[in-house]
């Protein structure tokens, strides 16, 4: 047998190719796969401020927006979330909704913020508005 009998015998079958042509891949879209960042589950926080802008739609929809202290930059800051037919407004313990929201007063509200998508996504789920009541702004 001469050297060229032998670099025939070594040729790689293309069963073998396909098969590590085919290994390949599917390490590559699994590899891939698992480099994608994590995406973090949709959260419910609570913040308490002051309403800074009301923006109503049809069907009580809408936007509001409210300066509040965050405490992770250790500033105020504002932030905008929107209201759905779903969200629960109550002022002074009673059911309301978003045409009776005034700016200037102080709200507490649980919003959804989710972070699936390119961009996060606020959503006012519960909004609790107090209002001095009468007798009390007139001292009786």
Known sequence: MGIGAMASD???????ICLVMYCLLLGGFLGAAGCK?????PEVITLEGKIDDIKIRAGGQGEITAVYYNEKHHQEVSGTAQVTGETEILINGAVSDLSHVRKGERV???????RSGEKQSFRVLKMTIE?????????G
Do not use: I
């Open 10 to 16: 070594r040729r790689p079958r293309p069963k073998r």
């Open 37 to 41: 960042e994590t995406e973090r589950p």
């Open 108 to 114: 507490r509200a649980d919003v959804l913020v989710d």
């Open 131 to 139: 209002r001095p009541t009468e007798a009390a702004e007139s001292g």
